[in-house]
């Protein structure tokens, strides 16, 4: 199936799930990367839900990270141009909605992207191989790409994965896994 077709059906999709639903899902998807992945001490980048897109909750995850000694790491949408700037969080963080409806910091230190030890993703689906579909603006391939290769690319999904997304190109940056409320999907 083409990206354009996925991205309007795992909107849908995910936009009919009740909330106490995406909750539960939510904890079942980090209960395991805590599980499956070394995370303490690490540079973890996470993203700050969409709260009307009925994004996967990262907050709990986020506490857990700040608990565990981790280096807290997040995007600010630059709108012009279009592109990703990254900065250190921490539990006193504050943050204001951007024009896209994304918690955004306030004030935070800048970080450079091959300081990041593990990227957790948003996507709205994946194939078996590791692509993803997210938004259509390219803006996690490009911060992707200047990872350092060492760089741990975790996608989180509510769903699980389609057999082949069609329309891949050589800008699309894989990911290393993809966890969903049953499993950690490997694709190394």
Same mark, same amino acid.
């Given at each position: 199936m083409e990206k354009a077709d996925? #991205?309007?059906?795992y909107k849908l999709k995910r936009s009919q799930l009740p909330a106490s639903e995406v909750t539960s899902c939510s904890e079942q998807i980090f209960n395991l990367i805590k599980k499956h992945f070394r995370l303490h001490n690490k540079t973890i980048h996470i993203f700050l839900p969409i *709260?009307? &897109?009925n994004e996967i909750n990262t907050a709990a995850f986020m506490e857990f990270l700040f608990e565990s000694k981790c280096t807290v790491a997040t995007s600010i949408t630059q709108f012009n141009p279009l592109g990703l700037t990254h900065c250190i969080i921490d539990k006193n963080t504050t943050y204001q909605r951007d024009k896209l409806g994304i918690p955004c910091p306030v004030e935070g230190v800048a970080i450079s992207e091959n300081k990041i030890d593990i990227v957790i993703i948003p996507l709205l689906a994946f194939d078996t191989?590791? *692509?993803r579909v997210g938004y259509g603006k390219g803006l996690y391939d #490009? &911060?992707?790409s200047r990872c350092n290769p060492n760089c741990i690319k975790i996608g989180v999904s509510l769903f699980e994965p389609i057999t082949s997304i069609s329309g891949v190109n050589k800008n699309d940056i894989p990911m290393n896994y993809? *966890?969903?409320p049953n499993k950690i999907h490997s694709f190394k």
């Open positions: 996925l #991205r309007r059906e *709260a009307n &897109f191989k590791g *692509a #490009r &911060f992707l993809c *966890a969903t």
